[in-house]
């Protein structure tokens, strides 16, 4: 059990530019979320994956937000046409998916993205 | 809609004192309760969480948490802190009926004194 990875750890870019994030779960977790940290502020649900299905995405930021994961394993999140604003941590977790006790998300270390 | 309420932005305390953070939340169902921690530069890691049973639950690191259904609360307690405990603590509520989506509270800072 390697944990959940991140990459990059850190993305500066400038305004206007498209960002992806990419997110590898434990290898035997079913369910994968994004969350976005603003500074000061706990972390906000975006959207969630039970294998390669999105089974929530209504509350992405924006439809610039958006996310995938083709193969029920890893998942990137993108962000198109950054604004200043979507400077963040964007965190990602995953879970057994299993059932109420094996609903323990586990999370990354995140991505800290800043707009310049 | 569910939200949590973590009214305290920092706590100070010596370290070897007592430690509880506070943490009530609106739900309309009975909820599953969560206290994750994070360092600087981590992610978050689950302290302890509650779904159902016992109401004071136990978890890593000698915490604990009791839910009172009465007072809308899920509080941390700690007996004696030590300085590796001086982190940010989110409480979170996770929606039942399958999704388990977290809502968290805006987080406490504790620093401790040595």
């Known amino acids: 059990d390697t944990g959940v990875s991140q990459n990059p750890r850190h993305k500066i870019t400038k305004r206007g530019q498209n960002v992806t994030f990419r997110c590898d779960p434990i290898?035997?977790?079913?369910?994968l979320y994004w969350y976005r940290q603003t500074l000061g502020q706990g972390p906000e649900f975006l959207t969630y994956f039970q294998n390669e299905a999105q089974l929530e995405k209504s509350r992405l930021l924006s439809d610039r937000f958006s996310a995938e994961r083709p193969k029920g394993s890893f998942s990137t999140l993108e962000i198109q046409r950054t604004e200043q604003g979507d400077s963040a941590m964007y965190l990602c977790a995953s879970s057994l998916g299993a059932g109420d006790n094996q609903e323990t998300q586990y999370f990354g270390p995140g991505t800290r993205l800043l707009v310049l | 809609a569910q939200s949590v309420t973590q009214p305290d932005i920092h706590i100070t305390v010596s370290e070897g004192a007592s430690l509880e953070l506070r943490c009530n939340y609106s739900y309309g169902a009975t909820p599953y309760l969560f206290w994750y921690v994070q360092s600087p530069g981590q992610g978050l890691q689950l302290l302890l969480k509650y779904f159902s049973g016992d109401t004071l639950v136990q978890g890593i690191k000698g915490f604990e948490a009791e839910f009172k259904r009465s007072q809308s609360s899920f509080n941390l307690r700690k007996p004696s802190v030590h300085w590796s405990d001086a982190a940010e603590y989110f409480c979170?509520?996770?929606?039942?009926?399958?999704?388990?989506?977290?809502?968290f509270g805006r987080g406490t800072s504790l620093i401790v004194h040595p």
């Open positions: 979170a509520v996770g929606e039942t009926g399958g999704s388990y989506i977290p809502t």
């Open positions: 290898s035997e977790h079913n369910r």
